[in-house]
């Protein structure tokens, strides 16, 4: 039969195709502790650039992790992370400055 052939070919392109590797869980808690921190400390009003920024990428890592797309979502995941990180120090920085304390 000429079916067979065909047939274990399509099964193995989507097989190959569905490999996505391991979903980037550590990467996803990390970037969400820290937009977490960074919205407790007040970053969307005393650092809105990086806070923008982090919020931004962590969508768009969020959207990728949902369709399966790792490698590009762990990238995302790390900048989100990283802007959340300075616009966490950002905020607390300036909160110091104006004598509004710490929560």
Known sequence: MKL???LTLTSLIIAV???AGAPPIHDYTLARAAILQAQKSGAASYAPG???KADEYYRKAKEQYAERQYDEAKGYFFKAR???EQAETK???KRSDTSEGFE
Do not use: D, K, Q, V
């Open 4 to 6: 067979a052939p065909i």
């Open 82 to 84: 990283r802007y959340a």
């Open 91 to 93: 905020a607390r920085l």
């Open 50 to 52: 990086y806070w923008y």
């Open 17 to 19: 195709g569905g490999c």
